[in-house]
Protein backbone atom coordinates (compact mmCIF):
# COMPACT_ATOMS: atom_id res chain seq x y z
CA UNK A 1 0.00 0.00 0.00
CA UNK A 2 1.62 3.52 -1.14
CA UNK A 3 1.85 5.77 1.71
CA UNK A 4 2.93 9.10 1.48
CA UNK A 5 3.46 11.27 4.67
CA UNK A 6 4.52 14.70 4.72
CA UNK A 7 5.97 16.45 7.67
CA UNK A 8 7.73 19.74 8.59
CA UNK A 9 5.52 22.53 7.95
CA UNK A 10 4.49 25.43 10.75
CA UNK A 11 4.23 28.67 11.76
CA UNK A 12 7.31 30.96 10.75
CA UNK A 13 7.80 34.37 9.79
CA UNK A 14 8.20 36.10 6.53
CA UNK A 15 11.74 36.14 5.36
CA UNK A 16 12.33 32.54 7.07
CA UNK A 17 12.99 29.14 5.60
CA UNK A 18 11.34 26.02 5.85
CA UNK A 19 12.26 22.12 4.73
CA UNK A 20 9.15 20.19 4.14
CA UNK A 21 9.63 16.19 3.78
CA UNK A 22 8.06 13.50 2.26
CA UNK A 23 8.10 9.86 2.90
CA UNK A 24 7.48 7.50 0.62
CA UNK A 25 6.60 3.94 1.59
CA UNK A 26 4.72 0.68 0.36
CA UNK A 27 6.94 0.05 -2.72
CA UNK A 28 10.17 1.48 -4.70
CA UNK A 29 9.27 4.27 -6.48
CA UNK A 30 12.37 4.55 -8.72
CA UNK A 31 10.36 5.21 -11.51
CA UNK A 32 8.44 8.24 -10.36
CA UNK A 33 7.69 11.45 -10.74
CA UNK A 34 7.22 12.81 -7.26
CA UNK A 35 5.88 16.26 -6.87
CA UNK A 36 4.84 19.36 -4.42
CA UNK A 37 1.65 21.08 -4.73
CA UNK A 38 -0.53 23.45 -2.32
CA UNK A 39 -3.58 24.62 -1.71
CA UNK A 40 -4.53 27.92 0.10
CA UNK A 41 -7.86 28.59 1.70
CA UNK A 42 -10.49 29.26 -1.59
CA UNK A 43 -8.14 28.36 -3.93
CA UNK A 44 -7.45 25.60 -5.99
CA UNK A 45 -4.60 23.35 -6.06
CA UNK A 46 -1.18 24.50 -7.47
CA UNK A 47 1.69 22.67 -8.73
CA UNK A 48 5.01 24.02 -7.10
CA UNK A 49 7.75 21.66 -8.15
CA UNK A 50 8.56 17.98 -9.20
CA UNK A 51 11.62 15.84 -9.77
CA UNK A 52 11.87 12.34 -11.64
CA UNK A 53 13.27 9.80 -9.48
CA UNK A 54 15.88 8.16 -11.09
CA UNK A 55 17.18 11.18 -13.28
CA UNK A 56 17.02 14.18 -10.66
CA UNK A 57 14.86 16.26 -13.69
CA UNK A 58 12.88 18.86 -12.12
CA UNK A 59 10.41 21.15 -12.63
CA UNK A 60 9.07 24.56 -10.86
CA UNK A 61 6.51 26.93 -10.82
CA UNK A 62 8.21 29.88 -12.58
CA UNK A 63 7.33 32.07 -9.87
CA UNK A 64 9.10 30.05 -7.21
CA UNK A 65 11.77 28.52 -8.72
CA UNK A 66 14.17 30.97 -7.24
CA UNK A 67 13.30 30.38 -3.66
CA UNK A 68 12.35 26.60 -3.28
CA UNK A 69 14.15 23.34 -4.24
CA UNK A 70 13.01 20.18 -4.31
CA UNK A 71 15.70 16.98 -3.89
CA UNK A 72 15.22 13.40 -3.03
CA UNK A 73 17.72 11.45 -0.81
CA UNK A 74 17.24 7.61 -2.14
CA UNK A 75 18.64 5.93 1.13
CA UNK A 76 15.75 7.45 2.94
CA UNK A 77 13.32 7.17 0.12
CA UNK A 78 12.20 10.33 1.03
CA UNK A 79 11.49 13.59 -1.04
CA UNK A 80 12.55 17.07 0.07
CA UNK A 81 10.94 20.85 -0.21
CA UNK A 82 13.42 23.34 0.66
CA UNK A 83 11.41 26.92 1.08
CA UNK A 84 13.37 30.21 1.58
CA UNK A 85 12.42 33.38 1.69
CA UNK A 86 8.91 32.76 2.54
CA UNK A 87 5.90 35.18 2.52
CA UNK A 88 2.61 35.28 3.71
CA UNK A 89 1.39 34.40 -0.01
CA UNK A 90 2.67 31.04 0.52
CA UNK A 91 0.63 30.20 3.33
CA UNK A 92 -1.23 26.98 2.04
CA UNK A 93 -1.46 23.06 2.85
CA UNK A 94 1.28 21.60 1.31
CA UNK A 95 0.96 17.79 -0.56
CA UNK A 96 3.53 15.42 -2.10
CA UNK A 97 2.11 13.35 -5.18
CA UNK A 98 3.67 10.35 -6.84
CA UNK A 99 3.12 8.96 -10.57
CA UNK A 100 5.12 5.95 -12.25
CA UNK A 101 3.62 7.60 -15.68
CA UNK A 102 4.30 11.04 -15.31
CA UNK A 103 6.97 13.51 -16.13
CA UNK A 104 8.31 16.44 -14.03
CA UNK A 105 6.70 18.53 -16.90
CA UNK A 106 3.25 17.55 -15.82
CA UNK A 107 1.70 20.19 -13.58
CA UNK A 108 -1.97 19.51 -13.14
CA UNK A 109 -3.06 17.69 -10.07
CA UNK A 110 -5.62 15.35 -11.09
CA UNK A 111 -2.90 13.34 -12.94
CA UNK A 112 -1.12 12.66 -10.26
CA UNK A 113 -2.23 9.02 -9.00
CA UNK A 114 -1.20 9.11 -5.13
CA UNK A 115 -1.15 11.84 -2.44
CA UNK A 116 -0.23 12.53 0.82
CA UNK A 117 -2.67 14.57 3.40
CA UNK A 118 -0.86 17.65 3.21
CA UNK A 119 1.02 19.70 6.01
CA UNK A 120 0.13 23.56 7.04
CA UNK A 121 2.61 26.42 5.95
CA UNK A 122 1.44 29.58 7.40
CA UNK A 123 3.68 32.60 7.06
CA UNK A 124 3.22 35.88 9.41
CA UNK A 125 3.74 39.00 8.24
Known amino acids: QVQLVESGGGLVQAGASLRLSCSAS????????MAWFRQAPGKEREFVAA????????NYAYSLKDRFTISRDNAKNTVYLQMNSLKPEDTAVYYC??????????????????WGQGTQVTVSS
Open 26 to 33: GRTFRSDT
Open 97 to 114: AADPALTPATTEAHEYHY
Open 51 to 58: IKWYNFNT
